[in-house]
């Protein structure tokens, strides 16, 4: 039993880090028909980013900051201006293919520009443990757990109880029907792109210390990204949070009682399992067929 | 096909067939490595230049088929036994994948395929009883055509040239027959397509399915052709490797994974100064020309001769781009 | 006699908005059916439902007698229906002849003897027919897309055609055509009609066109059928009157 609390714990911290790359990820989709493929290295980066501040001589709050800044420069202004506009007129596949192009790009660079060794990453509070129960929970999960749901609980203040909010789902929903109510319908994809921006840094951020920073994170957390958002329902928000954390519970749990040979691939089995039982995901809709 | 382009074809014909009397040993497995890797290319523009459909798994295809040709040739199995029976394993794969994937929309085969590739590469590694792990599989022979030992390098060249000119050749023929006016309907205006009676599911998915076989077929010739593989050669590299060579030779054009292969292939010797950084380079590259000219260098070809012949023509797009609708 | 089609009942709901809202007709064998209404009224809508494009949110669809409500639109164009489209929709790379031969070839036999018989699936003749049925001989090898508008709208009509089916909806065939062109269309699908005998629906903006063309014209507003009739009847209605100058 205690084992299991330390599983669900570390499971649920692991699931909300993915829920925050997911919400990012589906939310780009939703408002402007952008499949990022290279969202797993948008986590990836931002890392390298507060190391190189680090290594400049910034102590760890401000390096954070400053990862956080550039991520939302370099992830959000410069993607969505130099590859995701002058894509978007020759329809989603040329920029999902750009995308695939830029996830390789952002890879080799950070291992070519930084270092192809895993970098140690600064944990946010010293390594020490809490007893629940039985259970030896580390502080370390409890706190990605908390900035983690606060993040989340932030995002849904912002999204449902502010004007802007309000308009970036209406923007998601129905771009036409938003420009016709006066909503500036280009900012708000914009602001879409910014708040994904923030999203993956801090996800990096929080997933960093345990998975130390290596130019290949971006492959695993990408497709947990997209096993979430396709579990939750590809263009719901709350799908893609509801998909991150039974994600990160059922990974976590499987790596205890499955064969670590076969570890990465249970998350691979449940996206295959979702899209032949229920591809819209468990709180998406069935699209219809458009004219 | 304009003069120029059959001119050119014709040259480049020639140039295959004689490339392997002027080249050193590693340059005939260089364009020998082209031949082969061409032809997985032809099955991936089958399914994305044609049917619109991202495939990440075109290097597993690659992967499966060459572990099935290692495996069965030292039982005894004749070459081309395995040979066929690669592509047919790889067709019933893509089948398989394929049917629930592409009940959606969204593009879910591309996640799909990325999935299976890493689920492939997994099983590869780890069932060492069957495929010997990372310590991989060495001296696939050559096969024997009627008397013919392909052991040479040479040899083996041209042999791979031949199939290559077989499959291109069938291919040419479907996409001449009515298959091929329904993917280009498929690829132009899906919906229109589906009212006119076309099952555009049923097109797509025998496109990705052929395409995942052409695939099988081409790791079939790459087995006996580099004798040694192992399970980190068809990883997602490979995939997205040919997934580059269909966006830069043109997708959608029937010569572009000639041109794009000729490239990957060639790029890493070219750029040996510049060792680790071409794949950045190269990835830099595809996001400029996805912004500038997405139907790759044929593209790029075809819009020269065409304002060289000063005709007037209506825009293409190879890369399929979402049907103008309503 | 049973009707070729029948809609039973039919609404669509698009989150809070009813865009067709219990709509029932019928359509006899070798009518011309007339629809018509202000914009918003849920002529497109409707159209889409009865053809597979979207799934209702309630009624029925049948085609002679059979339920066919939310069948895919190719399994549909197979049993003998057929439609164009309000916004173009020809194959613009592919030249006419190519167009045509497209539209019929699903219809004549397998998949495998597609891949295997001949590159035109045995249509070239009836193409050939098609092209001249339209008066479009001259253009026959042309990609479809350098064709000026309004011939490009007969194509459309034309690959409608092609697989001879007995039902046929026209949407807004008469959009965005210049007057000359107009006639010689209505013309035509008025030839195809007597010709074949079959069956036409046509959504039209356009009063002169349907006045000219449809036996029999339906009015529709805010998603429900508000009259029915001969179109000089309807024409006269005081209630049709109303719901355009409404608008």
Redesign the interface.
């Known amino acids: 039993m205690a084992s299991f609390i330390q599983l669900l714990v570390s499971g649920l911290a692991t699931g909300a880090i993915y829920a925050l790359i997911a919400v990012g990820f589906t939310l780009l989709w939703q408002t402007s028909q952008t499949i990022n493929f290279a969202q797993g290295e948008f986590v990836m980066l931002p890392a390298f980013f507060v190391l190189a501040a680090m290594n400049a001589g910034a102590p760890f709050w401000l390096a954070a900051l400053i990862g956080i800044a550039l991520s939302i420069v370099i992830l959000g202004i410069l993607f969505k201006v130099i590859i995701v506009d002058p894509m978007l007129k020759y329809g989603v596949l040329p920029l999902v293919i750009s995308t695939i192009a830029l996830s390789l790009f952002l890879k080799e660079s950070a291992k070519d520009f930084y270092s192809s060794q895993a970098q140690p990453f600064p944990a946010l509070v010293p390594p020490t443990d809490i007893h629940i129960f039985d259970a030896v929970v580390s502080t370390q999960s409890l706190l990605v757990l908390a900035i983690a749901i606060l993040t989340v609980i932030a995002l849904h203040i912002l999204l449902n109880k502010t004007r802007i909010g309000r308009q970036m789902q209406a923007t998601a929903q129905n771009p036409t029907l938003a420009r016709i109510l006066g909503i500036p319908v280009q900012r708000m994809v914009l602001y879409t792109f910014l708040l994904n921006a923030v999203l993956v840094a801090i996800a990096s951020i929080l997933v960093s210390p345990i998975y130390l920073a290596k130019f290949t994170n971006g492959e695993t957390l990408g497709m947990a990204a997209f096993i979430a958002a396709i579990i939750g329902g590809f263009n719901e928000v709350r799908g893609a949070i509801l998909g991150g954390v039974i994600l990160g519970v059922l990974d976590n749990l499987s790596a205890a009682y499955i064969s670590s040979q076969y570890r990465g691939a249970f998350p691979l089995i449940i996206l295959i399992a979702v899209i032949l039982f229920r591809p819209q995901g468990l709180l998406g809709r069935i699209e219809e067929r458009t004219v | 096909m304009t003069r120029v382009g059959i001119i050119a074809v014709v040259v480049a014909a020639v140039a295959a067939i004689a490339a392997p009397f002027f080249l050193k040993p590693f340059g005939i497995f260089l364009i020998s490595t082209w031949v082969v890797l061409t032809i997985a290319a032809i099955g991936l523009n089958l399914t994305l230049g044609y049917a619109g459909q991202i495939s990440l798994a075109q290097g597993a295809f690659v992967g499966i088929g060459a572990y099935t040709v290692a495996l069965l040739t030292p039982l005894g199995v004749p070459f081309f036994a395995a040979f066929f029976a690669a592509g047919l394993l790889c067709f019933a794969i893509g089948w398989v994948l394929g049917y629930p994937a592409l009940r959606v929309q969204h593009h879910y085969l591309a996640f799909v395929t990325l999935a299976f590739t890493t689920l492939v590469f997994l099983v590869l590694r780890n069932e060492e009883w069957l495929t010997n792990g990372i310590y991989g599989i060495t001296g696939t022979q050559r096969p024997i055509l009627f008397g013919w030992k392909t052991n040479g390098a040479r040899d083996f060249y041209f042999l791979c040239l031949g199939v290559l000119g077989l499959l291109s050749l069938a291919t040419w023929w479907m996409l001449r027959s009515p298959w091929g006016r329904a993917f280009v309907a498929l690829r132009e205006n899906p919906i229109r397509a589906l009212s006119l009676g076309l099952d555009t599911r049923l097109y797509t998915l025998m496109a990705f399915a052929i395409g995942s076989s052409l695939g099988g077929l081409s790791g079939a010739l790459y087995a006996p052709l580099v004798q040694f593989i192992e399970p980190n050669s068809f990883a997602l590299g490979l995939s997205f490797n040919l997934l580059l060579m269909v966006i830069v030779g043109g997708s959608g054009n029937f010569f572009g994974p000639f041109v794009g292969a000729l490239v990957a292939v060639l790029l890493p010797e070219w750029l040996r100064v510049t060792q680790s950084y071409y794949l950045i380079i190269y990835a830099a590259a595809i996001m400029v020309m996805m912004a500038f000219c997405p139907s790759g260098l044929l593209g790029l070809a075809e819009r020269a001769s065409r304002a060289l012949d000063g005709r007037r023509a209506v825009t293409k797009t190879s890369v399929p781009t979402e049907g103008a609708g309503p | 006699m049973t009707a070729v089609l029948e809609v039973s009942n039919l609404r669509k709901t698009f989150g809070g908005i009813t865009a067709v809202d219990g709509v029932s007709f019928d359509v006899r064998a070798g009518e011309i059916l007339g629809i018509i209404g202000p914009n918003g009224s849920g002529k497109?809508t409707l159209f889409?439902c009865v053809?597979?494009?979207?799934?209702p949110s309630a009624g029925d669809v049948r085609i002679d007698g059979k339920l066919t409500t939310g069948v895919?639109?190719?399994d549909l164009?197979?049993l003998g229906v057929?439609?164009t489209?309000?916004?173009l929709?020809?194959?613009?790379?592919?030249s006419v002849r190519?167009n045509l031969?497209?539209?019929g070839?699903?219809?004549?036999g397998s998949?495998a003897s597609?891949?295997?018989?001949r590159?035109?699936?045995g249509l070239g003749d009836t193409a050939t027919q098609m092209i001249e049925f339209f008066r479009l001989s001259h253009l026959a090898g042309e990609?479809a897309?350098?064709l000026s508008y309004g011939q490009q709208k007969l194509l459309d009509a034309a690959?409608a055609f092609?697989?001879g089916p007995r039902l046929v909806l026209l949407d807004e065939p008469a959009g965005g055509v210049n007057l000359t062109m107009l006639g010689h269309l209505r013309e035509r699908l008025q030839a195809y009609h007597a010709e074949r005998k079959a069956t036409f629906v046509v959504i039209e903006h356009q009063m002169e066109f349907v006045m000219a063309l449809c036996t029999r014209v339906l009015v529709l507003a805010e998603g429900r059928i508000i009259a029915e009739g001969a179109p000089q009847d309807i024409r006269r209605n005081p209630v049709v009157i109303k719901a355009y100058l409404g608008h």
Do not use: K, T
Not at chain 3, 89 to 94: I, K, T
Not at chain 3, 105 to 108: G, P, R
Not at chain 3, 114 to 117: I, P, S
């Open positions: 497109s889409n053809l597979g494009q979207l799934q895919r639109p190719c164009n197979r057929s439609r489209f309000q916004l929709q020809v194959f613009p790379q592919l190519d031969i497209l539209a070839q699903e219809h004549q998949m597609r891949l295997f018989g590159a035109d699936a990609q897309g350098s690959m092609m697989a």
